[in-house]
């Protein structure tokens, strides 16, 4: 079998020319087209890489700035339960203050008006005492009540004890007079009464005086150099006046027990 070089070698150029044109025309751009697609394909993946480093980046700050606010918010919750504990326990003593300072504002007034009550019961007392005296005296045995209080001075004197005897001598010998004072002016048949009464009791003439004090519970009182002998009806009020307090006591102990202030406390 006899080789037709010249075939051979045609052959071999069309063999060269299609790869130079395959080269110019088809790989050249296809060798481009892959070169920009890798360059395009890096630049995306280093964008790619970027973005996740900047995402990371702010994840982690906002991961710090979480931790920050959070630590910030249980500052400030901590700080506004001891300022809400102060102010209520601040709120809760000022309550307890004012409390107490009224109770002791009304405690103050009940006692006022205890005190108060008791001189105005006291006062009508008297008067009506006097006056039940005066007409039960006039009625029952025509004597007056200032007349029946020189007698009881009188009849006092007559059974002084031998001990109080010799006090009311001893201060004879200093003052050298006795002293009557009582709340109404004494009649002079009363006087006569008290001065026979000291003469037979002492056996001497003894000078004496007779004062009136108006303002004085009603009675008498015989006085020599600070030494007295005296019938007063205040004894008989002042029990009255311990019962009325008495009363006066439970009444308020149960009103204050009642109060609202008092429950409160």
């Known amino acids: ?35 920009a ?30 931790r920050a606010l959070d630590q910030a918010q249980a500052t400030l919750l901590a700080k506004a339960q001891v300022e809400v504990k102060a102010e209520r326990e601040r709120l809760l003593a000022q309550a307890r203050a004012e409390a107490d300072d009224m109770r002791a504002k009304q405690a103050t007034a009940l006692r ?6 008791g001189v105005d019961i006291t006062r009508l007392a008297k008067h009506e005492v006097f006056a039940v005296a005066r007409k039960a005296l006039a009625d029952l ?69 007779f004062e009136s004090a ?9 006085n020599i150099d600070g030494r007295k002998l005296a019938w007063t009806i205040g004894d008989y009020l002042a029990t009255l006046e311990q019962n009325i307090g008495s009363f006066i006591d439970t009444q308020t102990s149960s009103a204050q027990a009642a109060s609202p202030a008092h429950a409160a406390a």
């Open 112 to 117: 006022n008006d205890r005190a108060q009550l």
């Open 214 to 222: 108006p303002d004085a519970i009603c009675g008498i009182e015989l």
């Open 37 to 66: 697609r890798e360059k395009s394909v890096a630049a995306e993946l280093a964008d790619a890489a970027a973005k996740k480093t900047a995402a990371d980046r702010e994840r982690d700050e906002f991961r710090s700035k979480s």
């Open 141 to 209: 045995a025509a004597v007056s009540l200032e007349q029946r209080m020189g007698e009881v001075l009188a009849q006092r004197v007559r059974e002084l004890t031998d001990t109080a005897k010799q006090s009311l001598a001893a201060g004879l010998k200093n003052a050298g007079s006795v002293v009557v004072r009582s709340t109404f002016e004494m009649p002079a048949t009363a006087r006569v009464a008290i001065q026979t009464a000291l003469n037979e009791t002492f056996s001497a003439d003894i000078p004496m005086c």
């Open 1 to 35: 079998m006899l080789i037709d070089w010249f075939t051979v070698a045609a052959q071999l150029l069309n063999f060269l020319i299609l790869v130079w044109l395959l080269k110019r025309f088809l790989y050249k751009p296809i060798l481009q087209a892959i070169d």
